[in-house]
């Protein structure tokens, strides 16, 4: 195949924080997996701690939903939510 573009063209910022985003939802899944397994042998303390731990992984999903980081549109894409 013949190369077709500049070899120095930089990919979006949208692409990393994607990417970012994927790596952190799919740690949430490495820790509640074995947590859902053994669920019954320990005690509620680890049950309020696992909810404690969804609840901020929603929030952090709700901010990058409102800050608008899943919008491909890069006209629509909120670059001051982001950086500030």
Do not use: C, N, Q
């Amino acid at each position: 195949m013949d190369p077709v573009g500049e070899a120095r063209e930089r990919y979006s910022i949208a692409f990393y924080l994607v990417a970012m985003e994927f790596i952190v939802f799919d740690l949430e899944v490495v820790f509640i997996y074995p947590w859902a397994v053994a669920f019954l042998t320990h005690g509620a303390g680890t049950f309020f701690a696992m909810v404690i731990f969804i609840v901020i992984l929603f929030i952090g999903l709700v901010y990058t939903l409102k800050a608008g980081t899943l919008e491909w549109d890069m006209k629509k894409f909120k670059h001051e939510a982001i950086f500030k």
